[in-house]
Structure formats: C-alpha cells, structure tokens
C-alpha cells in the first residue's frame, strides 16, 4: 500500500515523529459523513493552485458513473459549515458532475495542523508540478524551523554555501551542520524521500526565480523544469516568448533548445555576420542550381555517380537538420 493510499491519519504518521508533534489530533469528533458542496467552504489560499480541466472533466466522469470513493477531508466551522482541508479536485469534479453531496470526514484540527496536514497531502500527488512541490517543500520548512520565507531560503543557501566552500573539518561547517534547524531540514528530506536538501537547494529553489511566463508553463505541467531553466537564459521576452511557444508547441528537446538559446546570446554583429552568411549560401545555391539545370553534365555517366554522391550528402544534411 502506497502513502497515498493510507487514511490520513496513518499518512501524517511519520511527520508526527519526525517533529515530536499531532499532525492529526484524535479527539471525538471524527466523524464519517455527507455533506451538502453548499456546506463546504474553501480555504483563503491552497497549495495546489493548478488544476488540468481535462482531468478534471474524466474524473467528473468517473465520480458520475463509481462515485467518490476517497472522501474529502473537511474540519467544522462556525454554524453548520465547513472548511475543506483537502480534496479540493474532487470537490470540483462533483461540481461538474452536478452532485450536491459528497463524503467526508470530519476532523477537529487548528490553523496550525490544517496548513501542515494540506502540504503534506498536496506533496503526496502524482501530477505535482516542480513549482508547488517547491513551495510546498519550503512552506513545510517554514512551519518547523519557525522562520520566515526568506529566512529559511537563506539558511538553506547558507548550508549550501559552507558545505561547497569548506571540508567537514572546517569549524564554521561544524557550527553551521550541527544546528537544530540543519537537523529539521534533513529529517524533512530524508522523510519525503523525494531528494536531498543539496538537490533542492541547486536545481529548485532557483526556479522560483523564474519570469512569469515560464512559472505558469511549469504550473500547467506544460513544461520540464530543466527546459525552463534553459530557456531563462534568454532575456528578451519576446524572443523567450518565442522559444516557449516553439518548445511547447513542437517538443522541442533540451539539446534543441540549449542550441536556440546559444544562437539568441549571440551579439547583434555575429548574428548579423550568420545571417550575410546565410544569405550568401542561399543566393550560391540558386546560382548553381540554375547553371546545373541547363549544364550537359547530365549526359555524363562519370559525373552522374558524382553528382548522385553530392545529392546523398545534401540529403543526408537536411535530414539531419
């Protein structure tokens, strides 16, 4: 059985001894029930913020014809409402479906455990997009080590730094390795199984850094995360525009788009210089195909094997090309 597919309760279990604290507080009132959507209220901000209307519309399909079969998990409000904690998908796709009920269960959590208990779960998706697994890794470091945003960024980068720059004999390394907010950082990694802190902090964290463009490819599943880095290399945004579209459009490979970027980085004069000598081999070629149109070398037998050789090798770059 896979993490996913534990109760929730059983999910949160290893954050539980990884922080000394209830991730899921048992108290009486966890109740398996039925809610009306109309009781059901969405949080003011949630980790997931893209959802496939694709996938959304099959799933709608499949609650029409199986139902709901993992019920959303919810926690009581003032009066007779509720606050989803997690399952917003589901919940959409029983809109589409038109249901006006669905099943819960109904837990008693503060502000505190509900935000940890939506990362968590969030994390657990198979179609986690980079940028919401790296905010979602960090808003969880956030919670543990008690810092701010841009105080855990900066611990992280400052990790990093000591460890590329200095031995494990060096003592700022010892100070900076052997704090308790070092200790919290690699628990969480090693829990999460999904990479180690050196990882996250030199190929993720730099793509929040990303230009919008490029952030909402990544959000829509549109795009590797490798090809974004790429392509933020470019500076103009109308010629990154360009290579998006390009990349998404036709699939462009990374070595295909490492060689666009190479091209764009070129300084006006050498793309200028590239682009007489284009024109140059362009102009030559016509030339030349004009005067072999109306040359007797046809008639040749020699010179036909010579040409069909140079005709193969023009085949052959185009091909390639």
Not at 146 to 159: F, G, I, Q
Request: aromatic share 4%; charged share 25%; proline share 5%.
């Amino acid at each position: 059985m896979s993490k996913k597919d534990l109760p929730y309760t059983e999910i949160k279990k290893p954050v539980n001894l990884l922080f000394g604290g209830q991730i899921v507080t048992e108290t009486p009132k966890q109740l398996n029930a039925t809610l009306s959507i109309a009781q059901i209220k969405l949080p003011p901000s949630q980790p997931r913020r893209y959802f496939d209307s694709t996938k959304l519309e099959e799933l709608s399909r499949s609650i029409t014809k199986l139902g709901i079969i993992e019920p959303l998990l919810v926690r009581p409000l003032v009066g007779n409402e509720y606050e989803l904690v997690a399952g917003e998908r589901r919940l959409r796709a029983a809109q589409i479906a038109g249901l006006t009920e669905v099943p819960v269960f109904i837990r008693e959590m503060d502000d505190s455990i509900t935000t940890q208990v939506r990362l968590v779960e969030n994390l657990q998706r198979e179609d986690l997009n980079p940028i919401e697994e790296t905010e979602g890794i960090l808003e969880l470091l956030v919670l543990h080590l008690d810092l701010t945003w841009d105080e855990t960024v900066s611990y992280l980068n400052k990790m990093r730094n000591v460890c590329d720059r200095y031995d494990e004999e060096s003592e700022l390394r010892h100070n900076v390795m052997s704090q308790p907010q070092t200790q919290i950082i690699e628990d969480l990694f090693s829990w999460l199984g999904k990479m180690n802190w050196q990882s996250f902090v030199k190929n993720r964290l730099p793509l929040l850094n990303l230009p919008d463009d490029l952030l909402s490819a990544l959000r829509s599943g549109q795009l590797e995360y490798t090809k974004a880095q790429a392509i933020s290399k470019i500076k103009s945004e109308a010629e990154r525009m360009t290579l998006l579209n390009d990349t998404i459009h036709n699939n462009l490979s990374l070595a295909q788009i490492n060689q666009q970027v190479k091209t764009l980085k070129k300084s006006p004069e050498q793309q200028e210089e590239n682009l007489n000598q284009q024109q140059s081999l362009q102009l030559r070629y016509k030339e030349v195909s004009s005067r072999l149109q109306k040359s007797p070398i046809w008639e040749n037998p020699k010179k036909q094997k010579s040409l069909e050789k140079l005709l193969a090798q023009i085949e052959a770059l185009i091909e390639n090309s």
